[in-house]
């Protein structure tokens, strides 16, 4: 499907999918590196919430979920599988680093999952500017 019979607001949604997803993954990307810091920091002044495994359950999965729905349209449209290679590559550090390793090397895995996921929408975003279809 072509998005040239796609109307504006569905291209702005697009293109809103990018930008959030970006948003979202390199937060979390600066999560995992920020919180050996914050373990440390935060209790003190109140603000241990931000350490909670909850608040990166809520991350990955909104990350993850955004990625999918923008990526695997963003493949579909220009053809590109970088994309969904950048969207495997992620969900594998996640899952790594998720469920198999602890410590630092958990923090790095699932902040280059992140970072994968935003370098994607990155590029998705830049093969939206060069597109004819989704102008």
């Known amino acids: 499907m072509s998005l040239s019979h796609a109307t504006p607001r569905k291209r702005t949604l697009h293109r809103s999918l990018d930008s959030v997803g970006?948003?979202?993954?390199?937060?979390?990307?600066?999560?995992?590196?920020?919180?050996?810091?914050?373990?440390?920091?935060?209790?003190?002044?109140?603000?241990?919430?931000?350490?909670?495994?909850w608040i990166e359950d809520v991350i990955l999965a909104s990350s993850a979920t955004l990625a999918l729905l923008s990526l695997c349209w963003g493949a579909r449209v220009h053809?590109?599988?970088?994309l969904l290679a950048l969207f495997?590559?992620?969900?594998?550090?996640?899952?790594?680093?998720?469920?198999?390793?602890?410590?630092?090397?958990?923090?790095?895995?699932?902040a280059s999952g992140g970072a994968c996921l935003a370098l994607a929408h990155y590029l998705n975003r830049k093969l939206c500017m060069t597109c004819h279809d989704c102008a």
């Open 22 to 53: 970006m948003f979202i993954s390199l937060g979390c990307a600066l999560h995992c590196l920020m919180v050996p810091v914050l373990l440390m920091l935060l209790p003190f002044v109140g603000l241990g919430v931000f350490v909670e495994h």
């Open 79 to 82: 053809g590109d599988l970088r």
């Open 88 to 110: 495997a590559a992620a969900m594998g550090f996640f899952i790594v680093g998720g469920f198999h390793v602890t410590g630092l090397l958990e923090g790095v895995l699932i």
